[in-house]
Every structure is written in C-alpha cells, then in structure tokens.
C-alpha cells in the first residue's frame, strides 16, 4: 500500500484571509474606494509625525544654547 502524497500548500495568512473575504461581500469599486481610502489614512498619519518632529527641531533650534 502507498502512502498518499503530501501535499504542500502554504497558509494563507490573515491579511490573506481578510482579502478573500473583502472580494466575497464588496464589489470591485468598493474594495477600490477601501483601500485608496485606508492609503489616505497611512499618509495623513505619516505627515502628521512629519510635522510633529518638524516642530520638535524648530523648537529646539529657536532655544537658546546653554
């Protein structure tokens, strides 16, 4: 008797799973608008710790050396 073959299918992760998912309940426009949306998160958050440490060396270049 032979043993079955193995076979190697990886895990989908997941961020995976979540896709597959998003794909079932949302048409195509949706998962679009999802993510430019979620895009748009990400880089107001990056241009906000931009500016906070924009506003960290000013404040420290306004300061009088001690």
């Not at 190697?8 to 309940?25: G, Q, W």
């Not at 426009?29 to 107001?44: C, F, I, K, M, P």
């Amino acid at each position: 008797m032979q043993a079955a073959p193995v076979r190697a299918t990886a895990i989908p992760s997941f961020t995976d799973a979540l896709r597959a998912v998003e794909s079932l309940l949302m048409s195509g426009g949706q998962r679009t608008a999802r993510r430019n949306a979620w895009t748009s998160v990400l880089e107001d958050r990056r241009r906000a710790k931009d500016r906070v440490e924009a506003e960290r060396v000013l404040e420290q270049a306004a300061s009088p050396r001690s």
